[in-house]
């Protein structure tokens, strides 16, 4: 017997405020006179969704922002009624839908133990045997006594992971609470987590951003997309394929709304920069492991003594993955004013399929200063074909080319030399 | 009702819990700390003392002051058991959307940390009924049935009430003016005893008066303040044709306001 069932679960939502009480009333009046009724529009947060899920798995759900993930996790605790379609649930349910509801500022840490354990339907003497647990692995067994409204917000938010982690139920629903606390609390979240779904077999929903951690969690990973579930099944293929998907998005929106970083002193301007592999056209979409050329167009404004120029990749969110420099090649050249062309040939790109965009920078020397500063360029994306997305190269940036050897070293004499494998190491 | 009372069982410690919580909530940094809850009805039988000394109403055989005080008791626990009872699911909306337990937990822990209140008013009563001398009959075993039954009007009122509220706030804010306009319909600042005579004995309002007592006993505030004030003071049983219309009212109207609030609390997380 499955643990959830959910069989044709549609929720619609009007949209617009509330109506007043006048219109009720009027509406009400025109329903009885058989009159028609002006109805607001109605919105399908989930429609006709259907799965099932065994009991012990871990199930991850991702999307984007308003798929209906969050309203799939409501239905399921029970918290909002469906529009039509059913769902049954088998055992008891702890929603961790956001931790730390109803924590009372007055009260104190201790008290709030209690009040939120129960309220999550935990008893009495269940809280007296786990408050210790509960404190300790809060780290606030000296703030204890303090009310909660002199708590910091991560110190609120460890002590209410604490509480809602220590639930015993069969399933156990988790939105977003993962990211939480500093860096050091984080891990123990996430090793409490795993011990949670790997140790204890429970049943567990898990809706989150973090596709990685998803990825790591889940034995079954669902995507939603507007109100459906549109794939579902290994985590490796539903991420990947909710990877792309991502990326093609970034690229298009910041295509849209170019807004890097732009630092000039007028003595140059950059006109155009792209990137195409082997054709010529500028291209958005390249694929792994080709020739790429960098194409950029430059107006001199007075001429560049000793320039040194900069080319760099960043991802979405500014991390540099690689930088290459024109180091000694303009080094004792003088451009003078006019339109340039410069390009650069990067053969062979090892980037790891993902997002990035371009940065663009110029430095002259005596002075020593940087007369042009871009970042944020032309977004491009790198594909792989899609099988080979989940490939394990391609967790991290690029590849390093790389040998690899093996060697036995005959430290033990004779004996390890006749078991070559308890001795394999590599070089890389 | 079965399975209120189950699910009432089922979560009877939340319940606890939630009705500390509003207790602690309120008196926790404030210095008097508990003592405001009797400081209300105090005063206000102070005043209608006051008030009474130029109007002259006619207490019987019972002082003014300990008459209205435990006219008060009764209706402040009903007045406030419902006005907080109205708010209770508005005021969790937090916890509405968070997390599943039947709703009707809020209204009744409203009401249920309104009982502490009144158990501390006992202690004043008990104060008043010493200084003038008076002793309670064993009648006085009728209160606990009294309180259970002003908890139920308290109820009626609570469900349908914070049920609308969700949807339309307008609730909220016309509630104290209509139990306000119910104090006065209630026996509370003059004594029940006074509507009879005029209505049954003096005939007043000619051959309108029979059905006119029996309007204003459908008011179940009407039966209950009596009947506290006769158990206790007066050493009488209660009255039961005065409890009677008001106790058909709440038998009738409980479980209509119990079930729109059963149909209106699916949508409460979606609506609040």
């Not at chain 2, 209505?199 to 007043?204: C, D, F, P, R, T």
């Amino acid at each position: 017997m499955p643990a959830i069932e959910v069989s044709h679960l549609t929720k619609e939502y009007r949209l617009g405020a509330l109506q007043s009480l006048k219109d009720t009333a009027l509406n009400a009046g025109r329903r009885l006179l058989g009159h028609p009724v002006e109805e607001r529009p109605m919105f399908k947060a989930l429609n006709d969704v259907s799965f099932s899920i065994e009991p012990g798995e871990v199930v991850g759900i991702i999307g984007h922002n308003g798929a209906g993930k969050s309203t799939l996790l409501k239905m399921l605790a029970r918290i909002s009624t469906p529009t039509s379609g059913s769902v049954k649930v088998d055992g008891r349910i702890a929603p961790l839908i956001e931790v730390g509801a109803g924590f009372v500022p007055d009260f104190t840490g201790r008290e709030n133990v209690y009040l939120n354990a129960s309220i999550l339907g935990m008893s009495k003497r269940e809280i007296d045997r786990k408050l210790d647990e509960i404190v300790d692995f809060a780290e606030m067994a000296e703030f204890i006594d303090t009310p909660v409204k002199r708590y910091s917000s991560g110190m609120q938010v460890k002590l209410a992971f604490a509480v809602a982690t220590s639930i015993d139920s069969e399933i156990l629903i988790v939105d977003e609470v993962l990211a939480v606390g500093d860096l050091a609390f984080q891990r123990k979240c996430f090793n409490r987590m795993e011990s949670l779904i790997k140790s204890q077999r429970r049943t567990v929903l898990l809706v989150s951003h973090n596709i990685r951690q998803v990825e790591r969690f889940c034995s079954r990973v669902m995507l939603m997309d507007h109100g459906t579930v549109s794939l579902d099944g290994l985590p490796q293929n539903v991420c990947n394929a909710f990877f792309d998907y991502s990326d093609k998005r970034i690229v298009a929106q910041s295509a849209r709304s170019a807004t890097g970083k732009v630092a000039t002193t007028g003595e140059v301007e950059l006109l155009e920069i792209y990137l195409c592999d082997g054709v010529s056209a500028p291209s958005r979409e390249l694929v792994y492991g080709s020739d790429i050329e960098a194409h950029i167009t430059l107006k001199v404004n007075s001429s560049l003594e000793k320039p040194i120029f900069y080319l760099g990749i960043h991802t979405t969110d500014f991390v540099k993955v690689t930088t290459t420099t024109s180091g000694e090649t303009f080094r004792h050249k003088m451009i003078p004013a006019g339109v340039h062309k410069i390009s650069v040939r990067l053969p062979k790109c090892q980037l790891t399929p993902g997002a990035y965009s371009l940065r663009f920078s110029v430095d002259v020397e005596d002075p020593v200063k940087n007369v042009l500063y871009h970042d944020s360029l032309h977004p491009f994306s790198v594909r792989s074909s899609p099988e080979s997305r989940s490939n394990p190269e391609f967790e991290g940036f690029f590849l390093s080319p790389a040998t690899w050897s093996q060697s036995t070293p005959n430290l033990a004499g004779e004996r390890s030399s006749q078991q070559p494998e308890a001795g394999l190491h590599t070089v890389l | 009702m079965i399975r209120v009372a189950q699910n009432l069982y089922d979560y009877r410690e939340l319940v606890f819990t939630l009705a500390w919580k509003n207790i602690a909530v309120r008196y926790k940094q404030a210095f008097l700390g508990i003592a405001w809850a009797v400081i209300k009805p105090v005063m206000l039988m102070l005043i209608f003392t006051v008030v009474k000394s130029f109007v002259g109403i006619d207490s019987g055989s019972v002082p003014y002051p300990v008459l209205v005080f435990a006219a008060l008791m009764p209706w402040i626990f009903f007045q406030e058991s419902a006005s907080d009872g109205v708010n209770s699911v508005v005021s969790n909306t937090a916890l509405i959307k968070k997390i599943y337990f039947p709703r009707e937990i809020f209204p009744i822990t409203a009401v249920g940390t309104k009982l502490i209140e009144l158990g501390i008013n006992f202690v004043i009563l008990a104060t008043l009924m010493a200084w003038y001398g008076m002793v309670p009959t064993a009648h006085i075993l009728w209160v606990p049935l009294i309180i259970l039954y002003t908890v139920l009007a308290a109820l009626t009122i609570s469900f349908v009430g914070a049920a609308i509220n969700v949807y339309y706030r307008d609730m909220g804010q016309a509630l104290p003016v209509l139990l306000s306009l119910m104090m006065y319909l209630s026996p509370v600042i003059y004594p029940l005893q006074l509507v009879k005579d005029k209505l049954l004995v003096q005939q007043a309002a000619g051959e309108w008066s029979g059905l006119l007592y029996m309007l204003y006993t459908l008011n179940p505030l009407a039966g209950i303040i009596d009947a506290f004030q006769n158990v206790v003071l007066r050493g009488l049983p209660p009255d039961w044709s005065a409890l009677l219309p008001g106790a058909l009212t709440v038998a009738v109207l409980l479980p209509l306001s119990y079930a729109f609030f059963k149909r209106a609390e699916s949508y409460f997380a979606d609506v609040i």
